[in-house]
């Protein structure tokens, strides 16, 4: 040709039609090589479903874990080595990060764009300090309120939340077991600390389970209740918990695995499994909306037969939007591990995915000969 166009200047319509071939991988390595073709990925990306995700972590690893699509029966490597990095929690392609030196930082798995985090000692308390006490053995904390209680970084937990339309941020971290909970949003430059126990309700004490969705964090207390919160003030959290907060033991006994979900309406849901020889089945459960007796403590509970068109991801402990040909499964359940929020050793991983229409379960064979330690679902677009 005489005077070739640049490969940044393809028509528009034909990068979009190239967008829409290539695998979710392949998708996110080509946008990003100039901006004309990653505004014609945003384009192409509109129609785009992609079925939910496995981060999984096998044993001897080199670069310490692998990503899985399910869809295409492939693993792939992470382009950066994260063996030495801890991953905390995820929300979308962005997952929240502790590497080696303790530093807390988002970063999108696919193009390693990074966000970083306050330093973990940045609390917003005159009351409270958390300094770095690490030695030759491993990164430890020190919280103090008076005197110094000693906290493992490896045993540092959170929940993640990214609006990927808007860049805001949401993200909310812990040392298992647990006394304080800390958060910071988008343009926060610090901590903001929230108790778990001091001047808080003796029903609403403690922590079993938390979900973050948007600006909402739901924790299930050690007794059994709901304790809700708004993070979106610019200067301290709301409890809006409600003067009547109802519990959500489990009908089925305290001692099943159990955990809570929210849905698309801000409903909260009781999950519960059990095995037996090897079979899995799950069960749902919401609070009775005819049952407003402000003295009964364990009002009845409702079993949930159907999330119609939403899937439950247990592994953020929500339901997406889901579709009945490609994509995410329709009133399905997908499950790893309970315990995802404070971390009980040793867990039961296992890699399914249940039908609540037909109660049948959906393994991975392929994975068995893996030696996973770990695992988790994610969605990588949202």
Partial sequence: ??????????????????????SF??????????????????????????PPWLILFPYGEENGCVLYNPEE??????????????????????????????????????????????????????????????????????????????????????????????????????????????????????YTIISLYHKVPELLKGLNDLVLRGYRLYIASKRGFVRVLDLSGQQDFEDVTGSNPKPMFSPLGEHNSFSIAVTTTAEVLLVESKTFENQRTFRLFKKDPNNADPLVHSPKLLEVDSLGDEALLLDLGITVPANHTIGIKPNSIYFTRHDRACLRIPFDLDICVFNLATKTLKRFPQLANMNLKDAQWFLPMT
């Fill in 73 to 190: 029966d492939r693993v792939y490597k992470t382009v950066r080595d994260l063996s030495r990095t801890q991953i905390v929690a995820n929300s979308g392609k962005w997952f929240l990060m502790l590497d080696s030196g303790c530093n807390l930082y988002i970063m999108d798995v696919f193009s390693e764009k990074r966000i970083d985090l306050p330093p973990l000692e940045s609390l917003l308390a005159l009351a409270y300090a958390l300094k770095s006490v690490r030695d030759k053995q491993c990164n430890n904390f020190g919280l103090s309120s008076g005197c110094y209680q000693k906290e493992m970084a490896r045993n540092l937990r959170g929940r993640l939340w990214v609006d990927e339309k808007t860049g805001e941020f949401v993200v909310v971290w812990f040392f298992d077991p647990d006394i304080y909970l800390f958060y910071c949003k988008k343009g926060d430059n610090h």
């Fill in 25 to 50: 991988a392949d998708f996110h390595r080509m946008k990003l090589v100039c901006s004309n073709w990653n505004s014609s990925s945003k384009r192409a990306m509109a129609g785009k479903i992609e």
């Fill in 1 to 22: 040709m005489p005077n070739p166009s640049p490969w940044s200047e393809l028509c528009p319509d034909l990068l979009e039609s190239i967008f829409e071939r290539l």
